[in-house]
Nanobody
Framework: QVKLVESGGGLVQAGDSLRISCTNS????????MGWFRQAPGQEREFVAS????????YYSDSVKGRFTISRDNTNNILHLQMNNLKPEDTAVYYC???????????????WGQGTQVTVSS
């Protein structure tokens, strides 16, 4: 059974950095392509970043490219999203997603976490 749990959200100021993480209970963790999405109030959920099973292939939305870095640690079964130079428009609930697939993306994610709130004040 796949259970995704996000952590690390919080309130920061514009220009700050924050790292959020996601654990995946399914084994092996390396079987899963992983991704991050976000949803701001009153808006549709949008793609942020994703990576393949070994972390060597990554995808980013244009809005975060160059500021955010997605990574994974298959030994410790955890996914990270390092967010630098945060902007107020990055404020959203951030969701972790997983898909059991070894190939290259983009992926249609089946499994989702409950989300973690990131708030960036100006």
């Amino acid at each position: 059974q796949v259970k995704l749990v996000e952590s690390g959200g919080g309130l920061v100021q514009a220009g700050d950095s924050l790292r959020i993480s996601c654990t995946n209970s399914a084994r092996p963790f390396s079987q899963y392509a992983m991704g991050w999405f976000r949803q701001a109030p009153g808006q549709e959920r949008e793609f942020v970043a994703s990576l393949n099973w070994n972390g060597r292939t990554t995808y980013y939305s244009d809005s975060v490219k160059g500021r955010f870095t997605i990574s994974r640690d298959n030994t410790n079964n955890i996914l990270h999203l390092q967010m630098n130079n945060l902007k107020p428009e990055d404020t959203a609930v951030y969701y972790c997603a997983a898909e059991a697939y070894y190939g290259l993306g983009p992926w249609e994610f089946t499994f989702w976490g409950q989300g973690t709130q990131v708030t960036v004040s100006s």
